[in-house]
């Protein structure tokens, strides 16, 4: 691969997609991050053979690719101290700050610029990533389509067709793994309180998720038909689900959807009116 990408931030999510471009043998010589802080930096140079520089001068910034990865409230000030350095260089932007709109980016580092916005997740550290994609008028086919090769090395990718649309994938697949997360936290203190040991409780609530999820993704059945088959008439199962439906599972998961959804929309609003 020829193609040059500057990570602009090498935090938890660059280094995720980092790690999904270097399992595809993406060419370390041709990522570049920016990282203030050098120690980090040079974690990264460790990790993943990629070229490591603490600020931007415009040499770094010579590639094909700039992505913007840095925290949301960061990148205003980040995308100002671009556009010097940048000159009148036009490489393909990615922004995968949560929020952000490219209204905002075109304010802050140019409006020429053809933009991409997209919401990874973190499971692209290990190749099983989730990355809804939103791209400007302003972005060629050719963009699209390298846009969506680099995006694809971290896992599976989904374009949206309105912008707005990406807080909706925010609120699914951006935040999601937290949600499990939380979900195996609930799961393990659960068996270690009917009995199980730590470990023991790990183990099978993990492989659970995992069998889980890969068994609704290889069947191809929907959800809702495979927890039928696990739920016999008057059994265990059902017990547990009873539970849930007592809780309103389903209505308790719409409202934090619609929280984090909200979030995403007001970080928006905070972030362009400062
Ligand atoms: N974490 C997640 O699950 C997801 C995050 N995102 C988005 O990804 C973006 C990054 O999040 P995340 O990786 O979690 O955050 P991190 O804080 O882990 O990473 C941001 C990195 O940017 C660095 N940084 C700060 N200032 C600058 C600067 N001026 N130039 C270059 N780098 C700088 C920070 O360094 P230092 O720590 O020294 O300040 C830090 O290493 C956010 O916008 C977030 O919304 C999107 C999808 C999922
Ligand atoms: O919590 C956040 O704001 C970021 C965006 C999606 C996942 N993490």
């Known amino acids: 691969m020829s193609t040059s990408i500057v990570f602009v931030g090498g935090g938890n999510m660059a280094t995720s997609l980092i790690s999904g471009l270097r399992n595809a043998d993406w060419s370390g010589d041709c990522i570049t991050v920016i990282e203030p802080d050098a120690d980090k930096g040079q974690q990264l140079a460790a990790g993943y053979a990629v070229n490591t520089v603490t600020s931007a001068n415009d040499r770094t910034l010579d590639a094909d690719v700039i992505v913007l990865a840095v925290k949301p409230q960061m990148l205003r000030e980040v995308c100002e101290g671009l556009v010097e350095p940048l ?32 919401m990874p997740n973190t499971p692209s550290l290990i190749g099983a990533g989730a990355t809804g994609i939103y791209a400007d008028d302003a972005v060629t086919d050719d963009q699209r389509t390298l846009a969506d090769s680099i995006l694809k090395t971290a896992g599976m990718t989904a374009w949206v067709a309105e912008e707005s649309l990406l807080d909706a994938v925010t609120a699914t697949s951006g935040s999601g793994p937290a949600y ?6 609930a799961m393990q203190a659960g ?46 199962t059902a017990a547990a689900l009873d539970q849930y439906a007592a809780g309103d599972l389903n209505a308790l998961v719409a409202r934090a959807m619609e929280a984090a959804a909200s979030r995403a929309d007001s970080l928006a609003t905070e972030l362009l009116d400062k």
């Open 87 to 118: 000159g009148d260089r036009k490489p393909l932007i990615v922004s995968i700050a949560a929020g952000v709109p490219i209204a905002g980016l075109r304010e802050w580092l140019g409006a020429d610029h053809a933009y991409v916005r997209c």
């Open 180 to 185: 499990f997360f939380a979900f195996m936290e």
């Open 191 to 236: 068996a270690i309180e009917l009995g199980l040991d730590e470990t023991t409780a790990r183990e099978l609530v993990l492989h659970t998720a995992l069998g889980a999820a890969r068994m609704a993704i290889e069947s191809g059945d929907d959800p809702s038909t495979l927890r039928e088959k696990v739920t016999s008439p008057g059994g265990t």
